[in-house]
C-alpha cells in the first residue's frame, strides 16, 4: 500500500536553513506530481510547492517563492522541500502529497517545523 | 489567486442531523479542480470529496458534494459523532492553488 513519510522537521533558528524529505512507496513514484502542504499551529491548511513527476516543473505560494525550492529524487522515490531564510511565520506541519487525477489521496503524517530563536 | 470563504465558520448540528457547507471562490473553477477535505486533531487531512462531486475510495455515501463555477457544497446527511471535524475546500485548478479557511463542525 501507499506510504509517505516526512522527516527532516525540528527547530531552527529564524534565518537558518532546513531541508525537509518525503520518502514515499507502495506507488510508481515518477509518474506522480508531489506537493507540499503546510499548517501552522492552530490554522489551517495552506498549499506550499508543486513538482512534476519529472522536477521539469514547478510551483510555488507566494509566501515562499524565492526562499523554498521543490525537488525530488526518483531513484530513491523521495521529494524534498529546501527551506532557506526561515521565518517564523514558517512554523507549521509540512505534509507532502500524492497528486493524482482522482484527488489528492496520500498525506504523509507531517513533520513539525519550529523556527525560534 | 483564487480565494476561497467557506461558511461558515463553525456549525453547530447533533448526531442526526444534515450538515451543509459552503465553498465560494473569488474566480469561477472547473468543477474537476474543486475537492473537500476532512481534519481530525492530530491527523493529517481526509480526502472526501474530488472534482466537486466524486467521492474518494472508501468514503460513506452520506458524504455528497456539488456545485459549479463559483459555488460548492458539501452535503453530510445522518451525521455520524465521527463526523465531527473540520472541513476544507481546495482548489486545484490554478496555481497557487488555494484552500478554504475551513468549517468547524462540532456537537450541539
Known amino acids: 500500500q501507499v506510504h509517505l513519510v516526512e522527516s527532516g522537521g525540528g527547530v531552527v533558528q529564524p534565518g537558518r536553513s532546513l531541508r525537509l524529505s518525503c520518502t514515499t512507496s507502495?506507488?510508481?513514484?515518477?509518474?506522480?506530481?508531489m506537493h507540499w502542504v503546510r499548517q501552522a499551529p492552530g490554522k489551517g491548511l495552506e498549499w506550499v510547492a508543486v513538482?512534476?513527476?519529472?522536477?521539469?516543473?514547478?510551483f510555488y505560494a507566494d509566501s515562499v517563492k524565492g526562499r523554498f525550492t521543490i525537488s525530488r529524487d526518483n531513484s530513491k522515490n523521495t521529494v524534498y522541500l529546501q527551506m532557506n531564510s526561515l521565518r517564523a511565520e514558517d512554523t507549521a506541519v509540512y505534509y507532502c502529497v500524492r497528486d493524482h487525477s482522482s484527488g489528492w489521496n496520500y498525506w504523509g503524517q507531517g513533520t513539525l517545523v519550529t523556527v525560534s530563536s | 489567486e483564487i480565494v476561497l470563504t467557506q461558511s461558515p465558520d463553525t456549525l453547530s448540528l447533533s448526531p442526526g442531523e444534515s450538515a451543509t457547507l459552503s465553498c465560494r471562490a473569488k474566480?469561477?473553477?472547473?468543477?474537476?479542480?474543486l475537492a473537500w477535505f476532512q481534519q481530525k486533531p492530530g491527523q493529517a487531512p481526509r480526502l472526501l470529496i474530488y472534482?466537486?462531486?466524486s467521492r474518494a475510495t472508501g468514503i460513506p455515501d452520506r458524504f455528497s458534494g456539488s456545485g459549479s463555477g463559483t459555488d460548492f457544497t458539501l452535503t453530510i446527511s445522518r451525521l455520524e459523532p465521527e463526523d465531527f471535524a473540520v472541513y476544507y475546500c481546495l482548489q486545484s485548478g490554478a496555481t497557487p492553488y488555494t484552500f478554504g479557511q475551513g468549517t468547524k463542525l462540532e456537537i450541539k
Open positions: 474566480y469561477r473553477i472547473g468543477s474537476i479542480y
Open positions: 472534482a466537486a462531486s
Open positions: 507502495g506507488f510508481t513514484f515518477s509518474t506522480f506530481a
Open positions: 513538482l512534476s513527476h519529472d522536477g521539469g516543473s514547478q
